[in-house]
T-cell receptor, first 115, second 114 residues
Framework: KQEVTQIPAALSVPEGENLVLNCSFTDSAIYNLQWFRQDPGKGLTSLLLIQSSQREQTSGRLNASLDKSSGRSTLYIAASQPGDSATYLCAVVPYSGAGSYQLTFGKGTKLSVIP | ETGVTQTPRHLVMGMTNKKSLKCEQHLGHNAMYWYKQSAKKPLELMFVYNFKEQTENNSVPSRFSPECPNSSHLFLHLHTLQPEDSALYLC?????????????FGDGTRLSIL
């Protein structure tokens, strides 16, 4: 059974710092990996989706990488801002071979950017 | 309106009540999902509908009953719930249910069972 782990569970950094959030998954047979952001009391906002054949995706100050063979992904945030404070969730779509395409989520990393 | 809209945003109910959660998407997507988010646990997929047909039921208790009358609307009917069912219930949609497209989420319904 696919398991997704995110470390650390919480992270606090000063404004302007570059930072990396980590995600690991136990089974490398995946269709894709997706990073989400969740603000308190809100739903999830999709940030980046990396297909299994891709190595990275970029959007603005965000860069996500995928190393499928080692079961790891990182989300790099450049020049962090207080508005980046949120919980960041990593999720994979495991390849089940049975036509099932369920997103499997980690518990998230709660990021606080201090002004 | 755009995106995925869920109503109500908050719901408090007793264990013997019957209520329904509603989700509507204005993205022209064909797949819709219900998720449960409990404190300190990862999001759990409950149901998947693709072109109005249920394609996934993740061993969800029968006290949760989904309904998908068309590709734009999804309901979750609740009856005889338990205190452990208190959670944030999130609806999502994607272009298709093939796993390659990103899922777009609503803001959820915060459910509290007394």
């Amino acid at each position: 059974k696919q398991e997704v782990t995110q470390i650390p569970a919480a992270l606090s950094v000063p404004e302007g710092e570059n930072l990396v959030l980590n995600c690991s998954f136990t089974d490398s047979a995946i269709y894709n990996l997706q990073w989400f952001r969740q603000d308190p009391g809100k739903g999830l906002t999709s940030l980046l989706l990396i297909q299994s054949s891709q190595r990275e995706q970029t959007s603005g100050r965000l860069n996500a990488s995928l190393d499928k063979s080692s079961g790891r992904s990182t989300l790099y945030i450049a020049a962090s801002q207080p508005g980046d404070s949120a919980t960041y969730l990593c999720a994979v779509v495991p390849y089940s071979g049975a036509g099932s395409y369920q997103l499997t989520f980690g518990k998230g990393t709660k990021l606080s950017v201090i002004p | 309106e755009t995106g995925v809209t869920q109503t109500p945003r908050h719901l408090v109910m007793g264990m013997t009540n019957k209520k329904s959660l509603k989700c509507e998407q204005h993205l022209g997507h064909n797949a819709m999902y219900w998720y449960k988010q409990s404190a300190k646990k990862p999001l759990e997929l409950m149901f998947v509908y693709n072109f109005k047909e249920q394609t996934e039921n993740n061993s969800v208790p029968s006290r949760f009953s989904p309904e998908c009358p068309n590709s734009s609307h999804l309901f979750l009917h609740l009856h005889t719930l338990q205190p452990e069912d208190s959670a944030l219930y999130l609806c999502a949609s994607s272009q298709d249910g093939d796993g390659y497209q990103p899922q777009h989420f609503g803001d959820g319904t915060r459910l509290s069972i007394l």
